[in-house]
C-alpha cells in the first residue's frame, strides 16, 4: 500500500521557519522524482520544489526560490522541504507528491496544512 504521509504544517509568524516531511512507503523511492505543491485557498494548485532521485537536481518556483530548500534521504525514503523567511502568501496545503516520470504513475500525499500570519 502507496503511503506518503506529510508532517511539519503550522502557524508562524511573518519571517519565521517550518521544516516539512514526507515520509513515504510502498514503492521504490529513488525511482521517482519527488516534489512539494501547495494550494491556496481559492487558488489551483501549484508547484514549489522538485528534487532528482538522487538528490541532485533542485528546482524551485520563482515565489520560492533562495528561501525554500527541498531534499531526500533515499536511505529513509524520506523528502523534506525547509522553508525559511515565511511570508503570508505561503500559506496554503502543502502536498508530498513522488513522480514515475512515466505512464502517468504519481502518488499524492493528503497534505499539511501551513498559516503564515501574525
Known amino acids: 500500500q502507496v503511503q506518503l504521509v506529510e508532517s511539519g504544517g503550522g502557524l508562524v509568524e511573518p519571517g519565521g521557519s517550518l521544516r516539512l516531511s514526507c515520509t513515504t512507503s510502498?514503492?521504490?523511492?529513488?525511482?521517482?522524482?519527488m516534489k512539494w505543491y501547495r494550494q491556496a485557498a481559492g487558488k489551483e494548485r501549484e508547484l514549489v520544489a522538485s528534487?532528482?532521485?538522487?538528490?541532485?537536481?533542485?528546482r524551485y518556483s520563482n515565489a520560492v526560490q533562495g528561501r525554500f530548500t527541498i531534499s531526500r534521504d533515499n536511505a529513509r525514503d524520506r523528502v523534506t522541504l525547509q522553508m525559511n523567511s515565511l511570508k503570508p502568501e505561503d500559506t496554503g496545503v502543502y502536498y508530498c507528491?513522488?513522480?514515475?516520470?512515466?505512464?502517468?504513475?504519481?502518488?499524492w500525499g493528503q497534505g499539511t496544512e501551513v498559516t503564515v500570519s501574525s
Open positions: 510502498g514503492f521504490v523511492f529513488t525511482n521517482y522524482v
Open positions: 528534487v532528482g532521485r538522487v538528490g541532485r537536481d533542485r
Open positions: 507528491h513522488a513522480d514515475l516520470g512515466r505512464d502517468g504513475i504519481v502518488y
